[in-house]
């Protein structure tokens, strides 16, 4: 298996909503990421994990809690949002952190509306 | 300031001919640069790496250059095909952090037939 499947694909939350992301790779990596892409920008880092440890955390909005429950699943846990974070959610992996890298596997993404 | 800069938002070419794409880059020591390409509503898709003491990476009809004295990397497609129609995204690994990849704005390259 060489993918990174995130559900849902798509999802319109209310304000005052709570939802979540999911994010599952069985490729053995021990590096997860959670970005954000706007239309016709590029993505933007969130948080990374690294052996099941939140490493990095580019200052995001506390309405954004992500969890990491194993080595293979990253879950976004989404509250109170706005709607200028509507945008498309992706969710990556790489073998290690901090090892010589060898590119990320992006999933699809989750197309967020906030309404 | 620290950017990361694709030469042009869109390029056009003549199927058959190639595509070449320019990432340059300003205040980042980067330790490789890698580049992505992404289709509409899909996630990046990792193409290339190239690492600062390499001058040069191919893969079947992608070429990538890594000047850092110019901080800059050139990306070729030859014999360009619709199909490599796409945005495409290069990204700086820095040294400071293995695990934080930044993107420049990407170009959105049209292949006619």
């Known amino acids: 298996d060489t993918e990174v499947t995130q559900t849902p694909k798509h999802l319109v939350m209310g304000m005052t909503n709570k939802k979540s992301l999911k994010c599952e790779q069985h490729m053995g990596h021990r590096a997860m990421y959670w970005y954000k892409q706007k239309a016709k920008k590029p993505p933007e880092l969130m948080f990374v994990?690294?052996?099941?440890?939140?490493?990095i955390n580019e200052s995001v909005p506390s309405r954004f809690s992500p969890e990491c429950p194993n080595s293979s699943l990253l879950n976004l846990h989404l509250h109170a949002l706005q709607p200028e974070d509507s945008a498309l959610y992706l969710c990556?992996?790489?073998?290690?952190?901090?090892?010589?890298?060898?590119?990320?596997?992006f999933g699809s993404g989750t197309r967020l509306t906030v309404v | 300031s620290q950017k990361i800069e694709q030469n042009s938002e869109a390029l056009n070419i003549q199927e058959g001919k190639t595509a070449t794409l320019t990432c340059n880059y300003t205040n980042y020591s980067p330790a490789y640069l890698q580049w992505y390409r992404q289709d509409p509503g899909r996630g990046p898709v990792f193409l290339l790496l190239i690492r600062e003491n390499e001058k040069e990476k191919r893969k079947e009809r992608l070429k990538v250059t890594f000047d850092t004295t110019l901080k800059q990397s050139l990306f070729h497609i030859t014999a360009s095909q619709p199909a490599d129609s796409a945005t495409y995204l290069c990204a700086l690994v820095l040294y400071s952090s293995a695990s934080k990849i930044i993107f420049g704005s990407g170009t959105r390259l049209s292949i006619r037939p």
């Open positions: 990556a992996s790489s073998q290690d952190q901090d090892r010589d890298n060898y590119g990320y596997t």
């Open positions: 994990y690294s052996y099941e440890k939140l490493s």
